[in-house]
């Protein structure tokens, strides 16, 4: 494994841990000429589905597209990033479980969407902003009061 500090590629293993799913495995590392510390992931390859843009472009599903989108969206947010990993593992998981050749990126765009309606509603509306491309100021308050009104609705009101 390359050493990402200083390129080195001999390293030792420290520590070896399966996730609770048991489908990813987490192994701690350390570079044998810097003696930095550094993670990687171990998981099974899978033949993930082409994503359909958009303008009907196709590319391959990218995990790391959607745990980039996460962090920006949860940028100076406190949510850790095994948070923004776990929602990133969920989605990859619902579309390869889709069993499906191709997927239409709104599809993880809305699963994206709802991940962070549920974890932070600020993150909510930054991801949307961009994902649902506002034009003005309106649709972000059309927006925040959409989100406003189903707070209210799922909370009993109190005297």
Known sequence: MKCPYCGNLDDRVIDSRMSKEGD???RRRECLRCEKR??????IEESLPMVVKKDNRREPFQRSKVVAGLKKACEKRKVS????EAIADRIEKTVLEMGVKEVPSNLIGEEVMKALK???????????SVYRAFEDINE??????ALFEAEKKASPPTN
Not at 140 to 145: Q, R
Request: net charge negative; proline share 0%.
């Open 140 to 145: 972000f308050l059309d927006e925040i009061k």
């Open 81 to 84: 990033t095994d948070t923004l």
């Open 38 to 43: 550094f993670t990687s992931y171990e998981r």
């Open 118 to 128: 549920d974890l932070d509603k600020v993150a909510y509306i930054r991801f949307a």
């Open 24 to 26: 990813v495995i987490r």
